[in-house]
């Protein structure tokens, strides 16, 4: 059975301390020429999460941003973040080294239905730099693979570049009880692999639509093209989840920079069953 | 004895639905081709007279710049269809088309076809509606790509 939004509701960051609190950098690697991934090591008590959660990451004196938590949901050691040099605070995060010390407030939001999916096909189709927060998921899925049926990842990105976490997904390829796909939007002739939109990938995965919960992460052009096509593929809106991201602050749906239609991302979302969101998903300007 | 590719024909996405008397009638414009790996199946300006129903594999579609060597622009697989040109005058590939990977797939004539659509309207316009659905489907890919999505600048 699917969580509704309510019962999502009530496993949100109610516990997320409001204040950053310092945690240590165990090692930071550079994924591609814009994204890195940081391990930070937990103080006393690990730190726990739901795949799809995520936190808002300090840097003193430059700012705050909301990072997916990326890691195994259970590694309690350990918590990580791929990140994306685009702004101030992020192109900052990039120079840090293994010792630093990085703010952490969370984790905040709502998580994917990975529990209640069980007995499910899943789906997971990931564009660009949607598949950090999709990775939790596939984790625990993995992790309880006899509890799901068939498992298919999709993800697209703009060149073989771009490709993040490339030995994970040559060894999720190379199980023989997942179904990996990957795309680019571009590529010279030396490139073995697909080169398409990511939407065309769904026509060529192998799952019953009847019984399948896709989870989607990518820009919203995506997303929006993806569910069309996953509609056409006979999959049930009820039976699809979306992680919206916009300009979160405070993390707890106090300061409304998160407003999205009638409800708060860092809050209400970021993932959401598709129903709650269809009316606003394409509503222009929000 | 040989045989026949109709089953094979009727049971490919492309042409899954089609009235058994026109599913036997392209059949007799059908035959069992196969490309390995890094084999080109047809070069941008050459006579396009077939298309590929592809069974196994997987192919690039490429066109080739100066200074960039070759791009590859799309990939298509198994399922899918490579190639409308044969359909368009002046019947010229546009593109290069290279096995990414051993490639099984069934070659219609598309001269012998174009014969038989002409003769055949009811077969010919089955036949658009399904190129024209491929079309569409790859004209929104290409539209989506120019977007260019995943920029971070974007």
Redesign the interface.
Same mark, same amino acid.
């Given at each position: 059975m699917i969580a509704t939004l309510e019962q999502k509701k009530n496993i949100t960051a109610a516990s997320a301390d409001r204040k950053p609190v310092l945690f240590r950098i165990s090692r930071v690697q550079k994924d591609t020429h !814009?994204t890195f991934t940081i391990d930070l090591e937990p103080p006393k008590g690990g730190f726990y999460f739901e795949p799809g959660q995520f936190n808002m990451l300090y840097l003193h004196g430059v700012g705050e941003v909301p990072i997916s938590i990326c890691g195994d949901p259970s590694a309690h050691d350990k918590l990580i973040h791929t990140i994306?040099a685009?702004g101030t605070v992020t192109k900052a995060m990039q120079k840090l080294k293994k010792g630093d010390l990085l703010g952490v407030r969370g984790p905040f939001g709502t998580n994917w239905p990975a529990e209640e999916s069980a007995g499910s096909d899943i789906l997971i189709i990931a564009?660009? %730099?949607g598949l950090p927060p999709l990775r939790p998921s596939i984790y625990h899925v993995l992790a309880n693979r006899e509890k799901y049926g068939k498992v298919v990842l999709l993800y697209? @990105?703009?060149t073989p570049k =771009?490709i993040l976490y490339r030995k994970e997904l040559e060894q999720w390829r190379a199980r023989f009880d997942m179904e990996v796909h990957v @795309?680019v !939007?571009? /590529? /010279?002739?030396d490139?073995?692999?697909? +080169?398409?939109?990511v939407?065309?990938l769904i026509?060529?995965s192998h799952f019953d639509p009847s019984s399948t919960v896709a989870m989607l992460v990518? #820009?919203e +052009?995506?997303m929006r093209?993806t569910v069309l096509e996953l509609q056409k593929r006979g999959i049930e809106p009820d039976n699809i989840y979306i992680s919206m991201e916009r300009n979160m602050k405070c993390g707890t749906g106090f300061c409304g920079h998160c407003q999205y239609g009638p409800t708060f991302i860092c809050k209400d979302g970021p993932v959401y069953p598709y129903p709650a969101i269809k009316d606003v998903f394409v509503k222009r300007e929000i | 004895m040989m045989e026949s590719l109709e089953p094979l024909l009727a049971e490919h996405p492309f042409l899954k639905g089609l009235d058994p008397r026109h599913t036997q009638i392209i059949t007799g414009c059908a035959s069992n081709v196969r490309f390995d790996t890094g084999q080109i199946i047809f070069r941008e300006g050459e006579e396009a007279n077939q298309f590929y129903i592809i069974r196994q594999g997987?192919v690039?579609l &490429?066109i080739y710049t100066p200074g960039?060597?070759? %791009? $590859? $622009? !799309?990939?298509l697989?198994?399922?899918e269809v490579l190639g409308w040109s044969w359909l368009i005058p002046p019947y010229q590939w546009r593109f290069d088309a +290279?096995a990414?990977?051993l490639t099984r797939a069934i070659a219609l004539d598309g001269k012998c076809l174009r014969n038989k659509c002409e003769a055949d309207h009811d077969l010919g316009y089955e036949l658009l509606k399904r190129f024209s659905s491929i079309v569409d &489907?790859r004209l929104?890919?290409t539209r989506?790509?120019l977007? =260019? %999505?995943? !920029?971070?600048? #974007?």
């Amino acid at each position: 059975m699917i969580a509704t939004l309510e019962q999502k509701k009530n496993i949100t960051a109610a516990s997320a301390d409001r204040k950053p609190v310092l945690f240590r950098i165990s090692r930071v690697q550079k994924d591609t020429h !814009d994204t890195f991934t940081i391990d930070l090591e937990p103080p006393k008590g690990g730190f726990y999460f739901e795949p799809g959660q995520f936190n808002m990451l300090y840097l003193h004196g430059v700012g705050e941003v909301p990072i997916s938590i990326c890691g195994d949901p259970s590694a309690h050691d350990k918590l990580i973040h791929t990140i994306r040099a685009v702004g101030t605070v992020t192109k900052a995060m990039q120079k840090l080294k293994k010792g630093d010390l990085l703010g952490v407030r969370g984790p905040f939001g709502t998580n994917w239905p990975a529990e209640e999916s069980a007995g499910s096909d899943i789906l997971i189709i990931a564009g660009g %730099i949607g598949l950090p927060p999709l990775r939790p998921s596939i984790y625990h899925v993995l992790a309880n693979r006899e509890k799901y049926g068939k498992v298919v990842l999709l993800y697209g @990105t703009r060149t073989p570049k =771009d490709i993040l976490y490339r030995k994970e997904l040559e060894q999720w390829r190379a199980r023989f009880d997942m179904e990996v796909h990957v @795309t680019v !939007d571009r /590529a /010279a002739g030396d490139w073995h692999g697909n +080169v398409g939109v990511v939407t065309t990938l769904i026509s060529r995965s192998h799952f019953d639509p009847s019984s399948t919960v896709a989870m989607l992460v990518g #820009p919203e +052009v995506m997303m929006r093209f993806t569910v069309l096509e996953l509609q056409k593929r006979g999959i049930e809106p009820d039976n699809i989840y979306i992680s919206m991201e916009r300009n979160m602050k405070c993390g707890t749906g106090f300061c409304g920079h998160c407003q999205y239609g009638p409800t708060f991302i860092c809050k209400d979302g970021p993932v959401y069953p598709y129903p709650a969101i269809k009316d606003v998903f394409v509503k222009r300007e929000i | 004895m040989m045989e026949s590719l109709e089953p094979l024909l009727a049971e490919h996405p492309f042409l899954k639905g089609l009235d058994p008397r026109h599913t036997q009638i392209i059949t007799g414009c059908a035959s069992n081709v196969r490309f390995d790996t890094g084999q080109i199946i047809f070069r941008e300006g050459e006579e396009a007279n077939q298309f590929y129903i592809i069974r196994q594999g997987k192919v690039a579609l &490429q066109i080739y710049t100066p200074g960039r060597g070759s %791009i $590859i $622009i !799309d990939t298509l697989t198994e399922g899918e269809v490579l190639g409308w040109s044969w359909l368009i005058p002046p019947y010229q590939w546009r593109f290069d088309a +290279v096995a990414s990977e051993l490639t099984r797939a069934i070659a219609l004539d598309g001269k012998c076809l174009r014969n038989k659509c002409e003769a055949d309207h009811d077969l010919g316009y089955e036949l658009l509606k399904r190129f024209s659905s491929i079309v569409d &489907q790859r004209l929104e890919s290409t539209r989506i790509r120019l977007l =260019d %999505i995943y !920029d971070s600048n #974007p």
